[in-house]
Structures are given as structure tokens and as C-alpha cells.
């Protein structure tokens, strides 16, 4: 069964330093998001992104967060200038269209020190 | 502020029994509503969608949807020990597909 995968699978950062943390969708998705569940909360919405474009974003997807597809594959999450309560489990998201669902990558644990 | 409300739990259901998972949502405009499972330090599992008033079986699960009463529901019939997890409701009001998730109902099956 296809699948959506994320890396690294843990990452630990300093206060302030840059994470990118990296998703390969599956390949005939054309939707792709980014959620984040801080321990014991709700998984919250970040950003989605549709024909090369961010199509919506939530308050907390500020100037500190970047997206972007380099390539055919790939879909990235810039943090910059990481804060302790970035840390969370960060889940890359596709979907072949809108209201359909969408299948979840594993995650990665960013956890800043 | 649009949410989606779920009762955390947990929910301890024998194993067999019936469980019933219930959410409701404040957005009248919601379109499409979905239940995922979530295994504790797992991704979330999409379990099944629904659009339309009614139920919407599958298998061992069956979706309610009422949208006047704002609300959405999951059955799991013979519930067995793997069910248990936690099960998220999410709603969706945007042409983006973005989803809005509920805090999550813990579910326990005791053999």
C-alpha cells in the first residue's frame, strides 16, 4: 500500500538553530499538509498546499515556517529559528483531492532543547 | 472559532460489545467529516468519511452523520483489543481540504 514518508523520524535542536524536516508523498496526491500534535493536545492544521502554492494556512504557520516542493517528490518544512514550543510531532499529509482523506506520514519528533 | 468536540474518555467497552464514539462540531458549513484512529506515538488512520445525512457502513464500523444536530458518531461492532486507541473526529469546512480535529476519544476494549 502506498505511503506517505517522513524524515528524519526524530530530530533534537537547539533553541534557535533551523530544522527542515522532509516528506515524499504519495505520488499521485496532489494535496499536501502539514499538521503538528504537541504531547496530549490536539493535532492542529499548519498549512496545505495545492499546484506549487500554499492554498491556506493557520496563525501559527508565521514567517518562522517555510514550505516548499523542490522537486517532483519532495515537500519540505522549514522551521526557522527554533523556540522549545515548536517541539511537537510534525505529520506531513496527502490526499488525491479535496474531501476524500487523506493517508498520514509516521511523523517526525522534533524536540527543541 | 470553529471546533470539533469530542468526549476524551477513556471509553472502556468489553470485548465484543458495541462502542460508540460521538463528536459534534460548531461550523454549520462543514462539508465532509472523517474518523481517524491513532495508536499512542502513531500517525492518525483514516478510518472512514462520510458527507451525507445518515449512516455509512463498513465492515465492523459504521458512520452517523446528523448535520442538523451538528453531530457525527462511529460504531465499532465486536470490538476486539486491537481497537483500542484513540479515535479523532475531523471535520472539514474548506476548499482546501484542511481538517479541524477533536481532542480525541481514548478507547479501551478489555478482553
Known amino acids: 500500500e502506498p505511503e506517505v514518508t517522513q524524515t528524519p523520524s526524530h530530530q533534537v535542536t537547539q533553541m534557535g538553530q533551523e530544522v527542515i524536516l522532509r516528506c515524499v508523498p504519495i505520488?499521485?496526491?496532489?494535496?499536501f499538509y502539514w499538521y503538528r500534535q504537541i504531547l496530549g493536545q490536539k493535532v492542529e492544521f499548519l498549512v496545505s498546499f495545492y499546484n506549487n502554492e500554499i492554498s491556506e494556512k493557520s496563525e501559527i504557520f508565521d514567517d518562522q515556517f517555510s514550505v516548499e516542493r523542490p522537486d517532483g517528490s519532495n515537500f519540505t518544512l522549514k522551521i526557522r529559528s527554533t523556540k522549545l514550543e515548536d517541539s511537537a510531532m510534525y505529520f506531513c499529509?496527502?490526499?488525491?483531492?479535496?474531501?476524500?482523506?487523506?493517508?498520514f506520514g509516521s511523523g517526525t519528533r522534533l524536540t527543541v532543547v | 472559532q470553529k471546533e470539533v468536540e469530542q468526549n476524551s474518555g477513556p471509553l472502556s467497552v468489553p470485548e465484543g460489545a458495541i462502542a460508540s464514539l460521538n463528536c459534534t462540531y460548531s461550523?454549520?458549513?462543514?462539508?465532509?467529516f472523517f474518523w481517524y484512529r491513532q495508536y499512542s506515538g502513531k500517525s492518525p488512520e483514516l478510518i472512514m468519511f462520510?458527507?451525507?445525512?445518515g449512516d455509512k457502513e463498513d465492515g465492523r464500523f459504521t458512520a452517523q452523520l446528523n448535520k442538523a444536530s451538528q453531530y457525527v458518531s462511529l460504531l465499532i461492532r465486536d470490538s476486539q483489543p486491537s481497537d483500542s486507541a484513540t479515535y479523532l473526529c475531523a471535520v472539514s469546512s474548506s476548499n482546501t481540504g484542511k481538517l479541524i480535529f477533536g481532542q480525541g476519544t481514548t478507547l479501551q476494549v478489555k478482553p
Open positions: 461550523d454549520r458549513g462543514s462539508q465532509s
Open positions: 462520510i458527507y451525507s445525512n
Open positions: 505520488s499521485n496526491h496532489l494535496y
Open positions: 499529509a496527502s490526499s488525491v483531492g479535496v474531501g476524500y482523506g487523506y493517508t
